[in-house]
């Protein structure tokens, strides 16, 4: 008989398990094995979520369980997607997204490209470079603090050797105008190395023979960037894109440990303002719409994209 | 509210049967923020222990996490703290919110008289409602924002003279508002012995209660009240008057024209860094810092000196200081009675001060030797004469993050106008009473 693995999970069976279920149909172990693990999906996601949803439109607050919770109807869902300042949260949410996955791509498929050319210290350099990804995002937020400090931070020092400008004249934490592009600042330099070493598998993972057969053709190194590199490379950058654009719509700890959201509200991110709302102000109800109408964004962008880059991958 | 009467009874019932002799030693854990006078209480708790036979443990959370920590942990009903001494303003939520044991028939039966202590400290700290006799804490700790400044600087000649000049009058402690404005203003980007100076350093923290508390101490000099008739949650007029417009427009500009650069988001370490490191000739912060302050050997003893928030259109200072109470989900409520009677001793009040504690008993207050028993004494009975508090109401959290964010959006981020700000806050606040279904 050939030996295949299932043949083989059957021989490595106790005999005490295996006589329990002789007598159970193919479905009934199926279920056995999955049946865990729907339960703890449904336990630990599916529940809360629905719970959530049911939270929404009451006015619960966590903080006052023994108050009585009135059912609002959609009143909290209109509240919030009628609020100024929730959109002008939103707002910088959609400028932090933007610009940090440009930057990252940008930058991250740069570096890749760099680094999978063959030179002396190629593995060093990558070490380096991935460094900033394996630090912890309040390490980060604290010392990009003082990187950011006008009068001994070394940021603004480097920028004032450049411009000319007096380094205390101006605050990356504390201006209205900037404080924005300092979050994008610090998030692009500690994630680009996660954009650059998946570019760095996708690079990897196109044969030599595609190239040799363009040199053959004598495509000129700019046709082959445009022609071969780009397109191989598309489905893991979309890839990028996409865990990125999850994770900064999520972005919290990083911007929390830089400016609290200030100054005023001008980096005061969904997320921040949502565990305010949440955990601080404790208006469940109306904190759960605001998580849900959040959850459906993402979820809605993110499946459409998943469409996308699923046609990328068929072509 | 039941469970709370109940607790309450068994803290009755416990307290008749005497403390004395305790019938088992325990584990106390006692939850506080961690700065100077916590170490202080610890010192100080050495002594209960050896009395008692009980352990204390200290669970001292940092300032910018301590409501957060704290807070979290009394709505999920945590008996993480069997005593704990929590900000003013958690006294409408911990009383209403049964987090707190009612410890009125606890004082009946230990002898423990409210009057006793400072009336402010009082009505601040321990009552709920306010005003009425319902105690659910024993005054901690009385602090009040206060100011402190380079007194070296200010006795020199050649500064004095600049001073004179610029301004044409005496460099001395400020009477007003205005004068602080003008000598932080003066000192702002000053050489003095080789090295850029600053005014002053203010609170403009946005993310705990920072730059409410920093704002208030302009607000409330000016007349700033938070409602037209106490009790009735009308705001209109009162929040958004005319005086608080300009006591608003005031802490605005004396944040761009009199701190040093990049002080945006700053509180009282921040504060502490930026006088100790010799960059600003004032700063303000709570009392409670000040004996710290004063032993420091750097920029401490006859380099410094100390003076109340000055006064605008009267004397107004902000609030701090804690009352301590026991959990309501304790189970070592006796104990933690104990220590409570324990506490409210004048001797240990008076030992309290001595380590660095400001006591709020009327024993050490009203001693004829308290205002000169430090520096900084006589400033903080003058301070505490004149405090106003924060909304102490349950919802105190949410109106506090509606004032951080209105304040800190126009101080800050300078944007829109100080009436603009206050008109939102009150439409903040009156969403938030409306909720509360107290409007």
Not at chain 1, 42 to 60: D, E, K, Q, R
Not at chain 1, 85 to 97: P, V
Not at chain 1, 278 to 290: D, H, L, N, Q, V
Not at chain 2, 264 to 290: C, H, I, P, R
Request: charged share 20%; aromatic share 14%.
């Amino acid at each position: 008989m050939t030996e295949t693995p299932i043949t083989r999970a059957a021989r490595g069976t106790p005999p005490t398990v295996a006589r329990k279920i002789k007598g159970l149909s193919d479905r009934a172990i199926a279920w056995i094995f999955v049946g865990p693990t729907i339960f703890l999906l449904l336990a630990v996601n599916i529940f809360p979520l629905i719970w959530t949803i049911n939270l929404s439109f009451t006015n619960f607050r966590a903080n006052r369980p023994n108050r009585e919770v009135e059912y609002v109807g959609l009143r909290n869902y209109e509240r919030i997607l009628t609020d100024t300042d929730i959109w002008l949260n939103m707002q910088a949410t959609a400028h932090f997204l933007f610009w940090t996955i440009v930057l990252q791509v940008l930058i991250g498929f740069t570096l890749a490209y760099l680094i999978n050319k063959k030179f002396k210290g190629n593995d060093l350099w990558t070490t380096i470079i991935v460094l900033p990804m394996m630090l912890s995002p309040a390490v980060v937020g604290n010392f990009w603090k003082f990187l950011y400090q006008p009068q001994i931070g070394l940021f603004n020092y480097i920028v004032a050797f450049f411009t000319g400008k007096d380094p205390s004249s101006f605050e990356m934490l504390g201006q209205v105008n900037l404080a924005p592009w300092s979050i994008v600042i610090v998030d692009t330099w500690m994630w680009t190395p996660f954009v650059m070493l998946i570019c760095l598998a996708g690079l990897r993972s196109i044969p030599d023979y595609i190239y040799e057969a363009a040199e053959i053709d004598r495509a000129s190194k700019w046709r082959q960037f445009w022609t071969i590199t780009v397109p191989m490379v598309m489905p893991f950058l979309m890839l990028a894109v996409l865990f990125r654009g999850i994770e900064n719509f999520k972005m919290f700890d990083l911007v929390v440990q830089l400016t609290g959201g200030g100054p005023g509200s001008t980096t005061e991110l969904t997320s921040i303002n949502l565990k305010r709302e949440a955990f601080e102000k404790w208006r469940t109800g109306y904190a759960s719409a605001y998580a849900i109408i959040l959850f459906v964004t993402v979820f809605g962008l993110a499946s459409i994209y998943v469409k996308a880059l699923n046609k990328v991958k068929e072509r | 509210m039941k469970y709370s009467k109940l607790t309450a009874v068994s803290a009755l019932s416990l307290a008749t049967a005497g403390f004395g002799a305790s019938a088992q030693a325990e584990d106390l854990t006692l939850c506080w923020a961690a700065w100077d006078p916590a170490n202080a209480l610890v010192e100080l708790s050495k002594e209960f222990e050896a009395q008692s036979g009980h352990t204390m443990n200290f669970e001292f959370i940092p300032w910018p996490n301590f409501a957060d920590r704290m807070l979290n942990e009394l709505n999920s009903g945590g008996n993480l703290c069997d005593l704990l001494i929590g900000d003013s303003q958690w006294i409408g939520g911990g009383a209403e919110n049964g987090h707190y044991v009612k410890l009125n028939d606890f004082f009946d039966a230990e002898g423990i008289s409210m009057g006793d202590f400072a009336d402010a400290t009082v009505y601040a700290y321990s009552t709920w409602p306010k005003g009425s006799e319902n105690y659910y804490a024993l005054p901690a700790m009385g602090d009040a924002n206060g100011w402190f400044y380079r007194k070296d600087w200010f006795e020199r000649d050649d500064i004095r003279a600049a001073f004179q000049e610029a301004t044409g009058r005496e460099l001395a402690e400020p009477k007003t508002q205005k004068e602080l404005l003008e000598i932080a203003q003066f000192f702002q980007e000053r050489e003095i012995d080789g090295q850029t100076v600053y005014g002053a350093a203010i609170f403009t923290e946005r993310g705990s209660e920072g730059i409410t508390m920093g704002v208030t101490g302009a607000l409330y000099p000016w007349g700033f009240k938070y409602e037209n008739t106490p009790g009735s949650y009308d705001m209109e007029g009162a929040v958004n008057s005319p005086e608080a417009v300009e006591a608003l427009e005031f802490y605005k500009e004396f944040y761009e024209t009199a701190t040093p650069p990049g002080y945006t988001n700053s509180y009282m370490g921040e504060s502490l860094d930026a006088f100790k490191s010799g960059q600003v000739a004032m700063a303000m912060n709570w009392f409670a810092f000040f004996p710290g302050l004063y032993a420091d050997p750097n920029t401490g003893g006859d380099k410094i000196d100390f003076f109340v928030n000055p006064p605008q259109n009267q004397a107004g200072s902000t609030l701090g200081g804690q009352g301590i109470s026991v959990v309501a989900y304790s189970d070592k409520q006796d104990a933690a009675l104990e220590y409570i009677k324990w506490f409210a001793d004048p001797e240990v009040q008076q030992k309290w001060w001595d380590l660095g504690g400001y006591s709020a008993h009327n024993a050490v207050l009203e001693s004829p030797t308290f205002k000169d028993s430090a520096p900084f004494a006589g400033d903080f009975l003058e301070a505490m004469g004149a405090v106003q508090d924060f909304w102490q109401e349950p919802a105190y959290a949410e109106l506090l993050l509606a004032m951080q964010k209105r304040i800190h959006d126009y101080v800050v981020a300078d944007q829109g106008t100080a009436k603009e700000a206050l008109d939102k806050l009150i439409e903040d606040w009156t969403e938030t009473f409306e909720d509360e279904g107290k409007l």
